[in-house]
């Protein structure tokens, strides 16, 4: 099956912007574009955060808060990185994406469309390309759990900081996360009036607005309120439509309220929307396969030559439109002996995508439509100790989550795509159509003609949780954390097909024509009733040898004139599900734990050894791709004699088709991928000096049934791999050089590789090293503070090394793009400077190589 294979692609991008910055009170200045017109704002009272300097101590002390308590970045013994809001300003990230500039063992993966991005944490992680799989990556904004990459891709809102923890996440959040968590935490209401408006432009016509406001509304209720709006024309061309392609067209509004009644209680709630509509995403052809010569004989076009000039050619824009809304309710309430926190939150997230997933201007794919929504309720109850001067701190939660996922897809061959198949192979439609009496040039293969799908799942999970941490001395805690969680999912897929030729029987058809053969070298013509009535009545012997020689031959490939245009099937009709014999249910408990001991060696010095496990539960596979397992299916087509009616070749005996529920054309599969067990032993020591601090960790994680959802050339398969592990070493160095310039060193070394994937889609996959995951992954960061009369100033560069790693899983795609000497690797640099006036108005300039 080579409609896709032909085509091997990559993603990337690149942007150079401007931005000034406001920070404004009562008569203060707003200054959307540098040196453009200022307006005067009034009625907002000024205001000012200074914190008191130590002066012996140069390095900032960073406050986390992913352990549930508010503890100090050096202090917590876990392996977790820390952008606080003054890198993000000054590093200019403005989403998820932008993160793995500064947190090397994060990567984020912008796949085949907006929606489609994967987080991936010390090489693993997944959930794109199919809503059935939830990410191993967990998201979570100010605690909320965001369950799919659309729901994580906007742009960050008022930020305080962003915490990366790696490795297995379960004790501290109550949805089990196997691989880490990104914990995204915003700023609450203040009740002093203050606000912030922000504009940057750059290339591309890129331009971005996005400004905050909040203060009190009496004495005990704060409000505050933030809307954002990037529009930016998509840095690549497609040259057959006029388009330009990976484009930013996205804004979003967020409202918060605060209520602190008395100095017990405090009460968040929180209410969003955004939304992306753009064009997106760019795919290059690195590789102009067997089948590109079909594209350019039917006028299409590729360049394969050029696979990074972001010139490309399709036929029509591959749109996405996604919204995202929620709202959600926190409760803080401080008791005498133990702190109570209730976190609630609904969300939505819709999305509609239609792809030209042919990525050529040939019409081969005419439609390609995704409508997905999402509906996600969660509760979360914890409660943590708050005496701080006994032996025992603990902490206990338990967590619910309901979920909803519906799915439309709708595809369609193009215009173009019976040329094509004749190109693939020549007069094969037409003999077919001829042998059937069908009309010639007008019935396979013709546009519009394809499935119509509908895929959903419910599911709900609960779990309860706790950590126990013993100060056995001063200076030595040990911890112990347990998770017991419970998942259900029922899932359910059906589809119409109006693809005719995927649902032709061709081992039918080749006993057909070969049994006409053989009754013609007996004079005997099978069209006609008259002639092979008699001559089966007359020769019983005789034709039941005839039957059995035409049954070997037509399931001989070799000998079937049929059998050649088997891979022109692309699309064989769905079996649906639940059915009588596939009940579309699961049911996952596991009982998750971290045992951890940490030492204070000195006031400078802590090193801690832990070992965790994580767990996720079952995915199931929501798309064509799902397929029963070799348990419950047998693959093979009946053969039916047209002149008797006798079945010649029965199907196979297995559980569905004994049940009469086998279709033609099935194959196996899997419907759903098991759980995924994480195990990890980690080692870390944590330094911190007036001038200088060093976080360094060794680790060795596993995952056991890795969720792998890898493209086939037509389709991705789901399924478990045995174990996949990363042996390595994580750093991170910060030194103040002077009380002005500071560099900080990060990277992550590993040996990443699947030591046992017998079964995958490309064989066996055992001892190779997964794609995508780079064994060295470095960052290094200079920042300069000056003063220049008045103003405050930055210089700074971050530069982001990615060492290379395998295009692909499967070798034989792998060694073709080695042979065409590509690797995977890359080196970005990103360079910024930035004043601020007196007033708290701001201008920055940023540029990215």
Not at 15 to 30: I, N, P, Q, R, V
Not at 121 to 127: A, E, H, L, S, T
Not at 191 to 215: C, H, L, M, P, W
Not at 366 to 372: D, R, V
């Amino acid at each position: 099956k080579e409609l896709a294979k032909s085509i091997i692609s990559i993603f990337g991008k690149r942007e150079m912007s401007k931005s000034t910055k406001s920070t404004f009170g009562l008569k203060a200045a707003l200054s959307l574009s540098v040196g453009m017109t200022a307006l005067v704002a009034g009625g907002i009272s000024a205001t000012a955060q200074e914190e008191a300097a130590d002066e012996t101590k140069r390095l900032n002390t960073v406050t986390i808060t992913a352990t549930k308590r508010e503890q100090t970045l050096q202090d917590v013994p876990v392996a977790v990185s820390v952008v606080d809001d003054q890198v993000i300003e000054k590093a200019n990230i403005q989403d998820l994406g932008d993160l793995q500039s500064l947190v090397p063992s994060l990567s984020v993966g912008q796949l085949q469309s907006s929606a489609n991005t994967n987080f991936v944490i010390r090489g693993f992680g997944n959930g794109a390309n199919n809503a059935g799989i939830e990410p191993s990556v967990g998201v979570f904004i100010d605690g909320v759990y965001r369950s799919r990459s659309a729901s994580q891709i906007s742009d960050l809102p008022n930020l305080q900081r962003v915490e990366v923890l790696r490795g297995p996440q379960s004790t501290l959040f109550g949805k089990n996360a196997s691989a880490g968590v990104i914990s995204i935490v915003t700023r609450k209401p203040q009740f002093e009036q203050g606000g912030a408006v922000e504009g940057s432009f750059g290339n591309f016509n890129s331009y971005r607005v996005k400004g905050d406001i909040t203060g009190p509304l009496s004495d005990t209720v704060a409000y505050s309120a933030s809307a954002y709006y990037n529009k930016r024309d998509g840095y690549a061309d497609d040259l057959a439509t006029g388009d330009d392609v990976n484009q930013r067209n996205r804004y979003g509004l967020r409202g918060q309220l605060l209520f602190q009644p008395n100095e017990d209680l405090e009460i968040r709630l929180i209410g969003d929307y955004d939304k992306i509509d753009e064009i997106c995403c760019v795919a290059g052809n690195l590789i102009n396969g067997p089948t590109g010569g079909a594209i350019f004989a039917l006028g299409g076009a590729l360049d394969p030559a050029n696979p990074f000039s972001y010139d490309v050619f399709n036929n029509f824009a591959s749109e996405n439109d996604i919204d995202n809304s929620g709202i959600s309710g926190q409760v803080d309430y401080s008791m005498a002996w133990a702190d109570l926190t209730s976190i609630t939150s609904y969300r939505m997230s819709s999305l509609t995508q239609n792809a030209d997933s042919d990525f050529t201007s040939a019409d081969l794919i005419g439609l390609n439509l995704n409508e997905t929504d999402i509906d996600t309720f969660t509760q979360e109850f914890r409660l943590t100790s708050n005496n701080t001067e006994g032996m025992f701190d603990w902490m206990v939660g338990a967590f619910y989550f309901d979920e909803t996922v519906e799915i439309e897809n709708d595809f369609q061959y193009g215009s173009q795509f019976r040329g094509y198949a004749d190109f693939l192979a020549p007069g094969g439609f037409g003999a077919v159509e001829g042998f059937l009496g069908l009309p010639v040039g007008t019935t396979f293969g013709q546009g519009g003609q394809g499935p119509r799908e509908e895929f959903g799942q419910d599911n709900t999970a609960w779990s309860v949780f706790g950590t126990l941490d013993a100060h056995l001395t001063d200076r030595l805690t040990a911890s112990i954390g347990l998770n017991y969680t419970e998942d259900e999912k029922d899932a359910y897929g059906r589809a119409t097909n109006s693809d005719a030729f995927s649902a032709l029987n061709l081992d039918q058809l080749g006993y057909t024509a070969i049994l006409a053969g053989l009754l013609g070298q007996n004079g005997v013509d099978i069209t006609d009733p008259a002639s092979v009535g008699p001559f089966v009545q007359a020769n019983p012997a005789l034709y039941g040898a005839l039957q059995q020689g035409a049954a070997a031959a037509a399931q001989n490939p070799a000998q079937n004139p049929f059998a050649p245009l088997a891979g022109l099937q692309f699309l064989p009709p769905f079996l649906n599900f639940p059915n009588a014999v596939e009940n579309g249910s699961t049911s996952d408990d596991n009982v998750s734990y971290t045992l951890r001991l940490a030492y204070d060696a000195s006031d400078n010095l802590n090193v801690y050894g832990s070992y965790s496990t994580g767990f996720k539960a079952t995915s199931w596979n929501l798309s064509r791709d799902s397929s029963p397992t070799v348990a419950n299916f047998t693959p093979g087509n009946p053969i039916v004699d047209p002149v008797t009616g006798q079945t010649v070749v029965p199907s196979p005996s297995s559980p569905l088709g004994d049940a009469g529920l086998g279709v033609i054309n099935q194959g196996n599969g899997t419907r759903f991928a098991g759980p995924e067990e994480a195990k990890v032993w980690e080692l870390g020591a944590k330094m911190s000096f007036d001038n200088f601090a060093l976080n360094v960790a060794f680790f060795d994680q596993t995952i056991e049934g890795f969720q792998s959802n890898v493209f086939t050339g037509t389709g991705f398969e789901l399924l478990n791999a045995g174990k996949q592990s990363a042996r390595g070493i994580e750093w991170d160095i910060t030194a103040n050089l002077s009380d002005n310039f500071t560099v900080v060193f990060a990277g992550t070394a590993q040996d990443p590789k699947y030591d046992s994937f017998p079964d995958s889609a490309s064989g066996d996959l055992s001892g190779r090293a997964p794609s995508g995951i780079p064994e060295l992954s470095t960052s290094v960061s200079a920042n300069y503070d000056f003063t220049l009369g008045d103003m405050d100033g930055y210089v700074r560069g971050d530069w982001q090394h990615e060492a290379d790693s395998n295009y692909f899983d499967d070798p034989v795609n792998q060694a073709a793009i080695e042979a065409a000497g590509f690797e995977r690797g890359y080196d970005l640099f990103n360079a910024s400077i930035g004043l601020t006036t007196s007033n708290d108005i701001s201008a920055s300039f940023r540029k990215i190589r």
